[in-house]
């Protein structure tokens, strides 16, 4: 069975603080690894990684996946207010033919940013 | 906003009777899914659609039925509610890049 762990499962920190969220899976076979940020509502895309070593960067938010070790990280840096979300990890595993998006989550990392 | 809406947005509705819930998008993609989101569970896959009339089950599928006539429309029925399907429920598209967008959800209580 596909499993996806985050840690931590919540985190408070202060405006300015430099936060690290990870999520380390177990699949059969892997296509891809997703973050996503949600608020309030929907879940909205961050970055998805394909390939070792590489880092993804969004203005001050940035990731990196480790396929050897099977992990990846989501670093946020410069923390604001409107950072306060639930960070979810997902995996796509590569079961070929039309099995595209079936994500497997983790239980997402709920981070609070006070000011 | 990735040009899928849902609907009802919030329904209560009680155990034994059927649902229906919608999801309409903009955009012509050939995949949707729909996801529920419960706490401790995360977000799990309940069936997904690669094209016109052709569905598949997800992780939860059980008491759960899709149906997709046209590109733009993917449905998910309850044929019978029951309060452990209390949970909000998530459709999503892929585009080309393969990762997913959601809908803004449609929060359903069973009582």
């Known amino acids: 069975e596909d499993k996806v762990v985050q840690s931590p499962l919540s985190l408070v920190v202060h405006e300015g603080d430099t936060v690290t969220l990870n999520c380390s899976y177990e699949?059969?076979?892997?296509?891809?690894l997703l973050w996503y940020k949600q608020e309030k509502k929907a879940p909205t895309f961050l970055f998805m990684l394909t390939s070792s070593g590489i880092e993804k960067k969004s203005g001050r938010l940035s990731s990196i996946l480790d396929k050897k070790e099977l992990f990846s990280i989501l670093n946020i840096t410069a923390t604001q207010t409107g950072d306060s979300a639930v960070y979810l990890c997902a995996v796509d595993p590569n079961a070929g033919g039309t099995s595209y998006g079936k994500l497997t989550f983790g239980q997402g990392t709920i981070l609070t940013v006070h000011p | 906003d990735a040009g899928i809406t849902q609907s009802p947005r919030h329904k209560v509705t009680e155990t034994g009777t059927p649902v229906t819930l919608r999801c309409h998008q903009t955009e012509n993609h050939r995949y949707m899914y729909w996801y529920r989101q419960d706490p401790g569970h995360g977000l799990r896959l309940i069936h997904y659609s690669y094209g016109v009339k052709d569905t598949d089950k997800g992780e939860v599928s059980d008491g759960y039925s899709v149906s997709r006539s046209k590109t733009e429309d993917f449905l998910l029925t309850l044929e019978s509610a029951t309060s452990s399907q209390t949970s909000v429920y998530f459709c999503a598209i892929s585009r080309d890049s393969l990762a997913l967008f959601f809908g803004e959800g449609s929060r359903l209580t069973v009582l």
């Open positions: 699949v059969t076979n892997f296509r891809s």
